[in-house]
């Protein structure tokens, strides 16, 4: 039987899914990731930290699996972090947990897993695979929707399907953790991991520490037909859709729609006019490896602009390479630069891109 290396990040729902696998009599080894040095780390609930690491490794004892620590903080902050503080100094809003998916759990570290000997990857992550009837391997939410992370997967591939596991996707939470309890595992009772696992206080001030020589610079705040309302704080700590902290008051609710550090401009505006009815993507990317047979109009989907989006009816249509061009059934709020834009038909994931723009103001 093939030899399965379990992500183990020392959370509740990795320790769950290396836990199931024992129980099914598949060959399993525990590999964790130290991807952030955080030597100085009091409090757990920070991904693949010192203090979850040990949690792992105790979680592994317990179940009576060989367990191993991979340090890949250089891959991590090469394909992860630098890209994240790169977007908000380009007044983009990220998504790091799409590229450490991508790049680091399905690529660098199933490498890592392939010279130790395993032939497949399982992680916690609350989304299915299944087998089509054309032999294509296809990616499905979870049936816990409200933790449902197949969003963040969009970019993966069928040769990456093929070797992935998800033992958690036929599963609630509130079951993963039953599960946990009845096995007496040291993790739990452990809480939710943190969003971002490698910012600690907040992301603007992330970037700062990440980026000193950044200018303080003050934006300008202006509305749409250009006038001028104030000045605000540096541009990388907007992004669109923000409401508070603008820095600037003007007698009604303010949106930004858009941040421009090239002229040090924040543009900002009431809610309609945060509407947009599509947006240009990059990146495009069909898990199939080719889009679905297209109407007149396009591929016909349902996209989400963000991880929580409960998404809208579309249309898909190519622009030639990777990019593309999608139109919302109805306008949509928040269009950011930056995020991932991901095309369902039912449960299934067919693909997604990143979004480079709004189409513009209705």
């Given at each position: 039987?093939?030899?399965?290396?379990?992500?183990m990040?020392g959370?509740?729902?990795?320790?769950?899914a290396?836990?199931?696998?024992?129980?099914?009599?598949?060959?399993?080894?525990?590999?964790?990731?130290?991807?952030w040095?955080?030597?100085?780390?009091?409090?757990?609930?920070r991904?693949?930290?010192?203090?979850?690491?040990?949690?792992?490794?105790?979680v592994?004892?317990?179940?009576?699996?060989?367990?191993?620590?991979?340090?890949?903080d250089?891959?991590?902050?090469?394909?992860?972090?630098?890209?994240?503080?790169?977007?908000?100094?380009?007044?983009?809003?990220?998504?790091?947990?799409?590229?450490?998916?991508?790049?680091?759990?399905?690529?660098?570290?199933?490498?890592?897993?392939?010279?130790?000997?395993?032939?497949?990857?399982?992680?916690?992550?609350?989304?299915?695979?299944?087998?089509?009837?054309?032999?294509?391997?296809?990616?499905?939410?979870?049936?816990?929707?409200?933790k449902?992370?197949?969003?963040?997967?969009?970019e993966?591939?069928?040769?990456?399907?093929?070797?992935?596991?998800?033992?958690?996707?036929?599963?609630?939470?509130?079951?993963?953790?039953?599960?946990a309890?009845e096995?007496?595992?040291?993790?739990?009772?452990?809480?939710?991991?943190?969003?971002?696992?490698?910012?600690?206080?907040?992301?603007?001030?992330?970037?700062?520490?990440?980026?000193?020589?950044?200018?303080?610079?003050p934006a300008?705040?202006?509305?749409?037909?250009?006038?001028?309302?104030?000045?605000?704080?540096?541009?990388?700590?907007?992004?669109?859709?923000?409401?508070?902290?603008?820095?600037?008051?003007?007698?009604?609710?303010?949106?930004?729609?858009?941040?421009?550090?090239?002229?040090?401009?924040?543009?900002?505006?009431?809610?309609?006019?945060?509407?947009?009815?599509?947006?240009?993507?990059?990146?495009?990317?069909?898990?199939?490896?080719?889009?679905?047979?297209?109407?007149?109009?396009?591929?016909?989907?349902?996209?989400?602009?963000?991880?929580?989006?409960?998404?809208?009816?579309?249309?898909?249509?190519s622009?030639?390479?990777?990019?593309?061009r999608?139109?919302?059934?109805?306008?949509?709020?928040?269009?950011?630069?930056?995020?991932?834009?991901?095309?369902?038909?039912?449960?299934?994931?067919?693909?997604?891109?990143?979004?480079?723009?709004?189409?513009?103001?209705?």
């Amino acid at each position: 039987m093939t030899l399965t290396a379990v992500a183990m990040s020392g959370g509740l729902d990795s320790s769950v899914a290396a836990l199931l696998l024992e129980r099914r009599g598949v060959p399993v080894v525990g590999l964790s990731m130290l991807l952030w040095d955080r030597s100085q780390q009091v409090r757990h609930g920070r991904c693949c930290g010192s203090l979850d690491l040990g949690d792992a490794r105790r979680v592994a004892e317990q179940i009576g699996l060989p367990h191993y620590t991979l340090r890949m903080d250089g891959e991590f902050r090469r394909h992860v972090v630098d890209p994240f503080v790169d977007s908000y100094v380009g007044g983009r809003t990220p998504s790091p947990c799409i590229s450490c998916n991508t790049e680091i759990k399905f690529e660098a570290f199933r490498e890592r897993a392939r010279r130790l000997g395993a032939g497949r990857i399982a992680t916690g992550h609350y989304a299915r695979i299944r087998r089509g009837n054309d032999g294509l391997y296809e990616l499905h939410t979870a049936i816990d929707t409200s933790k449902d992370q197949s969003y963040f997967l969009f970019e993966l591939t069928q040769e990456q399907l093929s070797r992935a596991v998800f033992p958690l996707g036929e599963l609630t939470k509130t079951e993963v953790r039953e599960l946990a309890r009845e096995a007496r595992l040291a993790v739990a009772e452990k809480g939710e991991s943190m969003e971002i696992c490698f910012v600690d206080r907040g992301v603007r001030e992330f970037v700062e520490s990440e980026r000193p020589e950044l200018p303080r610079v003050p934006a300008r705040i202006t509305t749409t037909g250009g006038e001028e309302l104030g000045e605000g704080a540096p541009t990388y700590r907007y992004t669109v859709g923000q409401r508070r902290g603008l820095g600037v008051t003007a007698g009604r609710r303010l949106y930004v729609l858009d941040v421009q550090p090239e002229t040090n401009r924040v543009v900002v505006g009431d809610r309609d006019e945060l509407l947009a009815p599509g947006l240009v993507g990059r990146g495009l990317h069909w898990i199939a490896g080719e889009p679905p047979r297209p109407t007149a109009g396009g591929v016909e989907v349902q996209v989400r602009i963000r991880s929580r989006h409960p998404g809208v009816a579309a249309t898909v249509e190519s622009g030639g390479c990777t990019s593309c061009r999608v139109e919302f059934s109805e306008p949509q709020a928040g269009v950011a630069p930056g995020q991932a834009a991901v095309f369902y038909r039912g449960t299934q994931v067919l693909g997604g891109c990143w979004i480079e723009s709004p189409l513009g103001t209705v």
